[in-house]
């Protein structure tokens, strides 16, 4: 993707202004690289462009409204109960997002008896059976957008709290991602890619399409439980040794995670917002996540 899902619905949260300072209408070609099979452009980075996809990135040099747009402080993607705020990063100023868009579920689900030690974790995606228990969320790459959630919109996830991400204290909060940005290449914003390692990125900024839509996995790189949940590994702040925030997938870091007490708020896709409990069982927030699963839905 170019955009953010993020960026895409600033029209329709007043944020117009901000949206139009971003190139949304230029052919990806100018971003170089190959076509694959499925007819994506795949830059130096390895970053997949949608063949509809338009526009300029927001860490691309060669347009650098788009840049100032993404260090816009949106107040609606910033959640208040962050303890000591989260408003942008210190090290590229982009904006922050503490909320995530769930594109997918790869949580084991089958039945303990047949997957075993990772029922209501995962495999890693470098297993043969990992791609046997992912479920598409709401919005992916696919054609039919709304369409294609048989499940029923009322009854299915399309965007939940993932806050913390962009708290300015990083060691503690945050973590830097090791995928380049998204353009990958000499026109990519190298302010962004200063610290935390070679070509790393901060892994929160609401102008990404990487940052803002993720998938429910669980704490699939903790050396301890990896049992999926909402706001696992809360306390103490910073999380477990086994399971530190600074690591994905670990408490505030890519997974379903809020500072107000007993679960986080979200979105269905039919636009209402209801409030989960902590205390859901893992499996039940795939199912819920899933967009055409045929899973009973699950009371919360």
């Not at 130096?44 to 060669?62: E, F, I, M, N, W």
């Not at 046997?132 to 039919?144: I, P, S």
Request: glycine content about 12%; proline content about 6%.
């Amino acid at each position: 993707m170019v955009h953010s899902t993020a960026t895409l619905i600033l029209p329709f949260i007043e944020q117009t202004s901000v949206f139009n300072q971003f190139d949304t209408r230029s052919d990806t070609a100018c971003y170089g690289g190959t076509i694959n099979a499925a007819g994506n452009r795949v830059l130096s980075s390895g970053a997949q462009l949608h063949p509809k996809g338009k526009g300029r990135s927001y860490d691309d040099t060669a347009f650098p409204a788009g840049q100032t747009a993404a260090k816009t402080r949106i107040d609606t993607f910033i959640c208040p109960s962050v303890p000591g705020g989260s408003v942008s990063d210190p090290i590229s100023g982009y904006g922050g997002f503490d909320s995530m868009f769930v594109a997918l579920s790869d949580v084991h689900s089958n039945n303990p008896a047949t997957d075993g030690q990772t029922y209501g974790a995962r495999h890693s995606t470098r297993n043969a059976n990992w791609s046997q228990q992912v479920v598409d969320g709401c919005l992916n790459c696919a054609e039919k957008g709304f369409e294609r959630v048989t499940d029923g919109t009322s009854k299915t996830i399309l965007c939940i709290e993932d806050a913390g991400r962009s708290h300015p204290d990083v060691p503690l909060f945050g973590a830097f991602s090791s995928r380049d940005a998204i353009t990958g290449s000499s026109q990519a914003d190298p302010v962004g890619k200063t610290a935390g390692g070679s070509g790393a990125r901060r892994v929160f900024a609401w102008a990404d399409p990487d940052a803002c839509t993720n998938g429910y996995s669980g704490p699939s790189n903790s050396t301890g439980s990896k049992l999926a949940g909402i706001n696992q590994n809360a306390s103490p702040a910073g999380g477990l040794a086994t399971c530190s925030w600074q690591t994905y997938n670990c408490g505030p870091n890519d997974e379903p995670f809020a500072f107000h007490p007993g679960g986080v708020n979200l979105v269905m896709g039919d636009g209402s917002v209801k409030f989960m409990a902590d205390s859901i069982d893992g499996v039940a927030v795939k199912w819920l996540v899933g967009a055409a699963d045929g899973q009973p839905t699950p009371e919360f």
